[in-house]
Nanobody
Framework: SQLVESGGGLVQPGGSLRLSCTAS????????IGWFRQAPGKEREGVSC????????NYAQSVKGRFTISRDNAKSMGYLQMNSLEPEDTAVYYC?????????????????????WGKGTLVTVSS
């Protein structure tokens, strides 16, 4: 199984980026997809989650109203649209997948963690 993130880069405050997550080697259509981020010197945090059929999404309070998670199961892809970016959003962003397909409370701290992880893509928000 493999997850590969893309779409990171340097963007000015107030700008937008769209991250993509490509899944291969497993039936990602049955898995929840989550996005996490880790800023320098900080712990990794869950950003957003979407269930296998897209009916449930969850967002960290810090990104609500600015970020939108989505997926295209036909393409085995997950996306994170990030608008109104702030310097505090600077981090390495990771996508992850989990067969428990849970995006309710504490989705980002399930026992054992997510099943599969990408290697991350760097997002830098700076003028």
């Amino acid at each position: 199984s493999q997850l590969v993130e893309s779409g990171g880069g340097l963007v000015q405050p107030g700008g937008s980026l769209r991250l993509s997550c490509t899944a291969s080697g497993f039936s990602s259509v049955y898995y929840a997809i989550g996005w996490f981020r880790q800023a320098p010197g900080k712990e990794r945090e869950g950003v957003s989650c979407i269930t296998s059929n897209g009916d449930i999404t969850n967002y960290a309070q810090s990104v609500k109203g600015r970020f939108t998670i989505s997926r295209d199961n036909a393409k085995s892809m997950g996306y994170l649209q990030m608008n109104s970016l702030e310097p505090e959003d600077t981090a390495v962003y990771y996508c992850a997948a989990d067969r428990r397909n849970w995006c309710g409370s504490n989705w980002d701290t399930l026992p054992g963690g997510m099943d599969d992880w990408g290697k991350g893509t760097l997002v830098t928000v700076s003028s």
